[in-house]
């Protein structure tokens, strides 16, 4: 973990997006406070999603960062749901560099059946409901994969999309993984100010530290129990409104929820919406394809259109440029 740092002098500004390193000795439990609005509000609102969809993809947005910052890596974390329901997909990644982005993919027609549609066939822009996940992704997976470049192993673990939130999902993963005992609150809103949207989204992730790491070789198995389940109850005692209100502080919050226990705080990790695509890398994957196969890919014009899912930036291209990425491949 990050070197420790005063509270006091910590500089969160409201409007900055990034996750608070804790750690709780007399419990033995170390965690973080993610929050995200503008990161949000930059990857959302660009792609004009439906509400239901918007607020899976921004809970989703917080937990991947809330398990990358719980790791030690060094590239890409990535968080993908996939599903055979009304939302297909949903991706997210977090760079070590604290670069966010995500994107989904869904049918309108079968999100507009699963909300109910209105009497046109169109769906009334209702929200998830509550313990959305069975109803709008149906029978699927989730899969974190932790990509620390070419010449490193590829992590992958993947589990059944098992529960009835993002947060069941990933305790799932947690309990199949045999990895330590973890809790994660998540909470996501929409907001309208004088006719803009919004969001915010926050992740409250706890986690049993090993004993040796914690320093408590010398408790007994029954008070590390207490204090993980004590750990959990206060975690869980969180506010959603707590959680998202932009005008409290996280250390606020942490010291407001774990005061007794003196929680202490680590450096900040900092996030912004970037997204990663580059001409450079488009002419790379299209150098991997048969020239002859992109003629599927061109618009009316005759050039080769690609679009960036998480930016939706399009790449354009003619024969001359094709002529210069295949003679290069050469």
Not at 88 to 102: E, K, N, Q, W
Request: glycine residues 8%.
């Amino acid at each position: 973990m990050a070197s420790s740092e005063d509270p006091s002098s910590s500089d969160e500004r409201p409007a900055q997006d990034g996750a608070l390193p804790f750690q709780l000795d007399a419990l033995g439990v170390r965690g973080r406070l993610v929050r995200l609005g503008p990161s949000l509000d930059a990857v959302i609102e660009r792609h004009g999603y439906p509400l239901a969809v918007a607020r899976p993809l921004a809970e989703a947005m917080v937990l991947c960062a809330a398990l990358a910052t719980s790791l030690k890596y060094d590239g890409i974390f990535t968080l993908q749901i996939s599903g055979d329901g009304p939302i297909r997909l949903l991706v997210t990644d977090l760079t070590t560099d604290g670069a966010l982005r995500g994107y989904a993919q869904f049918d309108s027609w079968k999100l507009a059946v699963a909300l109910g549609a209105g009497p046109n066939g169109i769906p009334q822009g209702g929200d998830a409901p509550e313990g959305y996940v069975p109803k709008l992704f149906g029978r699927g997976r989730l899969a974190f994969t932790v990509d620390q470049g070419q010449h490193t192993q590829r992590y992958q673990g993947v589990v059944p999309l098992e529960g009835a939130t993002l947060a069941d999902c990933a305790h799932t993963y947690f309990r199949q993984s045999e990895q330590l005992p973890t809790g994660i609150k998540i909470e996501a809103r929409r907001t309208t100010d004088n006719g803009t949207h919004h969001w915010r989204a926050a992740a409250l992730m706890v986690q049993q530290m090993p004993e040796f790491d914690a320093g408590r070789i010398d408790v007994d198995r029954e008070q590390r129990e207490d204090d993980w389940r004590k750990a959990v109850i206060l975690m869980a005692s969180a506010t959603e409104a707590e959680m998202l209100d932009p005008k409290l502080p996280a250390m606020t919050l942490l010291h407001r929820l774990f005061h007794a226990e003196q929680p202490r705080l680590f450096a900040r990790r900092p996030f912004v919406a970037r997204c990663r695509c580059s001409r450079e890398r488009i002419d790379r994957v299209l150098r991997s394809i048969r020239r002859e196969e992109l003629d599927d890919l061109r618009d009316k014009s005759g050039r080769v259109a690609v679009k960036c899912e998480f930016c939706s930036t399009e790449y354009t291209y003619d024969d001359r440029d094709l002529d210069r990425i295949y003679a290069s491949a050469a």
